[in-house]
Nanobody
Framework: QVQLVDSGGGLVQAGGSLRLSCAAS????????MGWFRQAPGKEREFVAA????????YYADFVKGRSTISRDNAKNTVYLQMNSLKPEDTAVYYC????????????????WGQGTQVTVSS
């Protein structure tokens, strides 16, 4: 088992920034690619970003490209999502997640999920 704890969400004005963090514990972090998904009210959960185990490969949804950066610190078992130029449509609960195989973009590929952290962007 891998336990994931998301944090860093909050209320921010449009154009502002937030950095989300996800701390992993339990079973070894080794070998897990990490991702972030989000779910807005009344909508399905959607892919935001992912990063390979080594950190050498990153993947982004089109709606965050150029505005967000995913990174990881394997020594700290932590993954980050830096979000800049936030928009009201970015308002959602953001979930950290971990996987060992399958598509980076597919929710079904992920094995473990954090509890979510709320991001609210005011206009």
């Amino acid at each position: 088992q891998v336990q994931l704890v998301d944090s860093g969400g909050g209320l921010v004005q449009a154009g502002g920034s937030l950095r989300l963090s996800c701390a992993a514990s339990g079973r070894t972090f080794v070998g897990y690619a990490m991702g972030w998904f989000r779910q807005a009210p009344g909508k399905e959960r959607e892919f935001v970003a992912a990063i390979s185990w080594s950190g050498g490969s990153t993947y982004y949804a089109d709606f965050v490209k150029g505005r967000s950066t995913i990174s990881r610190d394997n020594a700290k078992n932590t993954v980050y999502l830096q979000m800049n130029s936030l928009k009201p449509e970015d308002t959602a609960v953001y979930y950290c997640t971990a996987r060992t195989r399958g598509s980076y973009y597919s929710e079904a590929s992920y094995d473990y999920w954090g509890q979510g952290t709320q991001v609210t962007v005011s206009s």
